[in-house]
């Protein structure tokens, strides 16, 4: 197809070379696939720590850990493209052993009572061994099973079948409390507050993000921190950025913020 200079945008290279703009895409995706096999197994990945704060104290209790990657040529890349990378092609099963290990290793060298929260991936939660992977991290670390949250989304429950009960069952009589992450963004979250033993819940960012004095989202916030009283579970709002949010919340009884 005939194009000039003028044509050569983004745009006109797309619509005049559509195939190679999806070749491109595939053969980068491949290249982050080994660059990442390859940071795997030279430990160049490493955790950035999130404080999660008592509201009534306004000391830190915890922290989330965040898996992070700096790449030698591209800099940082986001978890957004490089975690999908890793569940299409089971790299998430050795990367989430490894940061459950090194969250351990780290929470081991804190002060007493400070716990460390680690985000379990579906693929994770459906492995049949995901109990053991758990507790071999804590023996190693010597850390107790108490300091160690396990946030898990809502996508990792929806086949409620057996051997997810058996899992969710081996964690709790393990002693590990069980955070239901990013609450109220799915399509079933009352549904999965009766057949997850969760201790806790998480409020999405996205609310929290929005919310202000009477507003839709500060309505929304508001009902989640009262069912979550009704049901005695503890919350967390997540994305806690200004004085203004921690205030409100605050107001609201919300007992833990991060941000």
Known sequence: QDCDEGDLSKAGFRQAFPNALTDDHAEDRRQLEEDLRRALAGDRLHLVYQPVVSSGT?????????????????????????????????????????????????????????????????????????????????????????????????????????????????LKAAGLPLLLDDFGTGYSSLLYLKRLPASELKIDRAFVKEMSAGNEDSVIVSAIIALAKALGLQVVAEGVETAEQQHFLTGLGCETLQG
């Not at 965040?66 to 299409?88: K, V």
């Not at 300091?147 to 409620?160: D, F, G, P, W, Y």
């Open 58 to 170: 306004e000391q830190v209790t915890g922290y989330e850990a965040l898996l992070r990657w700096d790449h030698p040529t591209r800099g940082a890349i986001s978890p957004t493209m490089f975690i999908p990378i890793a569940e299409d092609t089971g790299l998430i099963a050795p990367l989430g052993e490894w940061v459950l290990r090194t969250a351990c290793l780290d929470a081991a060298q804190w002060p007493e009572g400070i716990r460390v929260a680690v985000n379990v991936s579906p693929t994770q939660f459906a492995n049949p061994g995901f109990p053991s992977t758990v507790m071999n991290a804590l023996a190693t670390a010597q850390l107790a099973p108490e300091r160690l949250e396990l946030e898990i989304t809502e996508s990792a429950l929806l086949e409620a079948d057996e051997h997810v009960q058996q899992t969710l069952g081996r």
